[in-house]
């Protein structure tokens, strides 16, 4: 039971970094239909950035949250007008084609800028464990814990209460609808690249003090986070999250109790599973088909 | 003189040039280089199979480089574990990659875009995934080593043709290439492969044109992973030793970026892009963590520019050049 306990803690910690980056994937996905193949090594970008900010510019935590947030919701930006607008009218592949390449573009620099060798993000206070009985849980995990659900409240509030956020809940569901009601899609399509970036941003530097950092470090939660988005229905931040949480228990579980070397076996059997008996995923709306 | 123009305009006298210095390159490259080509002509095998899903069928799909690893694995293991000859075990192992083909195509080719994509992607990292970690099988990650080279060939004179050495080892690969780059051209030529063009065109349109796009979708698919199985064996018993990076989507990546720089849908385009990527890199001595780089931004480049690649490039230059002389006339219109 305690053994138990703790998968299901560490499993809903590990789910609640995909949570942030699948919801990413969602918002881009569901503006520009792109399948952002980036947003692993952004992430991975996002938690590089915060070990700079603290190891090397002395900054708190909490302001190289911020700062690297900010920063890669910038790149997002230049992304958004030089990468992926000028391809937009291209075949729907040509747009996944081209976040592969931003993807190859962002290891291969990260391998040279950063080099290949692990680097230690340390927090003073992120490194405490806190135990409850047997079951022990570090701090930075409570970290991850309530950062995500901060950041995904306000970015539910934004979405919900704001004019802007409506504007882009409209260009998702009908873009052309959206255009003749004088929304620019333009620019609500470049505030999703950013928001979406950012979340990866944020994801990276949560993630960063409980993990070591290393230049390949993206491509397992990206792998993760886009069959989470698959599994709770393209398109659905509510699906994205449950589609996360879900697969986060599931990996953790599965590499408890069976197995942690067919970790991606479990998770990419069960997108497949999904695909083939739901293709609109758990909570897609029904006009999504593939 | 008119002669001499259609000759000079033919294709198939650029593909006769490029066979002959494909046979006379070793007579003046050094080792190093006739090695580098090997390789090279390996991976253009592959880019060929996946040149037949996507570029031709207009299915992208990231598990070629799984069959790639397959096909090395599925050699490797029938020759050194159950001591098959070469030929056998070449036959078996291909095979078994079409099935596997075709097992994944099955439920895959049902999805579209991005959804087939992901699928084939998944299906990729579960076949790594699993050749890592079937140590008993596979070796893990130490890799699987002591694959033969090809059995020699009995010559009419008596004696034998060995494979042991670096030239026989060349001919061997270029000639599988020739092979199948005619057997692609055959295959687009015909009946078969005009409904995969009309299939990458417009599905739909395809479908109540009374093809069946299901399983002409599957051929192309079986078709590809049969071609990446070759390539496969042939990089297995090239190089001896066969590691799980092999059969890493990465490498579908890569193969992605070679065909579309080389020209998506055309005969020349694997072969071009993968001579630019692979060579120039290894030619200028890039460090490795760069490669990746280069070719992401030579890709990007070319997507953003000309995303119809080196041969859709060259195509566009030369029907502007006919349309000006057409209105020097003055007769034709647009």
Redesign the interface.
């Known amino acids: 039971m305690l053994e138990f306990l703790q998968y299901l803690l560490n499993g809903i910690s590990q789910g609640c970094i995909y949570v942030l980056l699948a919801s990413g994937l969602t918002l881009i996905f569901g503006i520009f239909n792109v ?1 952002n193949f980036a947003q692993g090594h952004l992430y991975m970008v996002g938690a590089y950035f915060g070990f700079y900010f603290v190891m090397s510019l002395g900054m708190s935590y909490w302001l190289a949250l911020i700062m690297a947030t900010v920063a890669l919701g910038f790149i997002g930006l230049l992304l958004y007008r030089f ?1 992926f607008y ?2 937009r009218d ?1 075949p ?3 747009l ?3 976040a ?10 990260a ?2 800028f950063f080099g ?1 060798e692990t680097k230690w993000f340390v927090v003073p206070f992120s490194r405490k464990v806190l135990a409850f009985g047997e079951i022990t849980l570090p701090v930075q995990r409570i970290i991850i814990i309530l950062g995500t659900i901060f950041v995904m409240t306000a970015l539910q509030l934004f979405i919900k209460k704001t004019t802007t956020g409506a504007a882009l809940e409209a260009t998702a569901q009908q873009r052309e609808g959206a255009m003749l009601c004088g929304i620019k899609v333009t620019r609500i399509s470049a505030l999703a690249f950013m928001i979406g970036t950012g979340l990866a941003g944020v994801a990276g530097v949560l993630i960063g003090p409980a993990v070591l950092l290393a230049p390949t470090m993206g491509m397992g939660p990206l ?1 993760v986070a ?2 989470a988005v ?1 599994f709770g229905g393209m398109g659905s931040i509510a699906g994205a999250v449950t589609g996360a949480l879900v697969l986060g228990l599931m990996e953790s579980l599965a590499s408890g109790y069976i ?1 942690a ?5 479990f998770v ?2 069960i ?2 599973l999904m ?2 008996f739901r ?1 609109r995923g758990l909570l897609g709306r029904e006009k999504w088909r ?1 | 003189m008119e002669t001499l123009k259609t000759i000079l305009s033919s294709k198939t006298t650029y593909w006769l040039l490029a066979l002959i210095l494909g046979v006379a390159f070793p007579s003046f490259l050094d080792g190093y280089l006739v090695s580098l080509l090997i390789l090279i002509y390996i991976w253009m095998i592959l880019c060929c199979s996946m040149n037949i899903i996507y570029g031709y069928t ?1 299915q ?1 799909s990231l598990a070629q480089a799984a069959f790639f690893g397959v096909g090395a694995y599925a050699f490797g293991l029938f020759t050194v574990k159950l001591h098959l000859n070469f030929w056998p075990a070449f036959f078996i192992a291909v095979v078994l990659t079409g099935l596997l083909g075709f097992l994944i195509g099955i ?1 895959a080719l ?10 084939t ?3 990729s ?2 076949i790594s ?2 050749i ?2 079937w140590v008993d099988l596979t070796g893990g990650a130490n890799g699987l080593a002591g694959i033969p080279r090809p059995s020699p060939i009995p010559l009419p004179s008596g004696a034998h043709l060995r494979f042991d050495s670096l030239l026989p080892m060349y001919y061997f690969t270029l000639f599988f290439l020739a092979i199948t780059m005619i057997f692609c051209r055959r295959l687009i030529g015909s009946l078969v492969g005009k409904t995969f063009l009309a299939i990458s065109c417009n599905e739909t349109l395809a479908e109540s044109l009374g093809i069946n796009t299901m399983s002409r979708k599957l051929l192309s698919f079986v078709i590809s992973a049969v071609v990446a199985g070759i390539a496969g064996v042939l990089y297995g018993s090239y190089n001896i030793v066969i590691s799980p990076e092999i059969a890493y989507f990465a490498r579908s ?1 890569d193969l ?2 070679f065909l ?1 720089v080389g020209g998506a849908g055309t005969m020349a385009g694997p072969v071009l892009g993968t001579m630019v990527l692979m060579a120039v890199p290894e030619l200028l001595q890039v ?1 490795p ?9 030579i ?2 480049l070319f ?2 520019f000309v ?1 119809s690649g080196i041969t859709g490039g060259f195509e566009n230059v030369k029907r502007k050049h006919y349309l000006s002389r057409i209105r020097s006339y003055g007769s034709a219109r647009r």
């Open positions: 399948p990468v000028p391809v291209a729907e592949v040509n996944f084609v081209a592969m390449a931003l993807l190859m573009i962002i290891e291969g620099a391998l040279y290949t792998l886009f069959s698959v197995s070397t067919y970790r991606l076996t990419f059997g997108m497949i695909l083939l293709p593939p | 207009g992208l439920p049902k999805l579209r875009g991005p959804y087939f994509i992901l699928v992607l998944g299906f990292v579960i995934e699993i890592v970690a990546m992605v970026a579309i460090i963590s760069l490669k990746t780089l280069i070719n992401g931004i890709l990007l997507l953003i995303p």
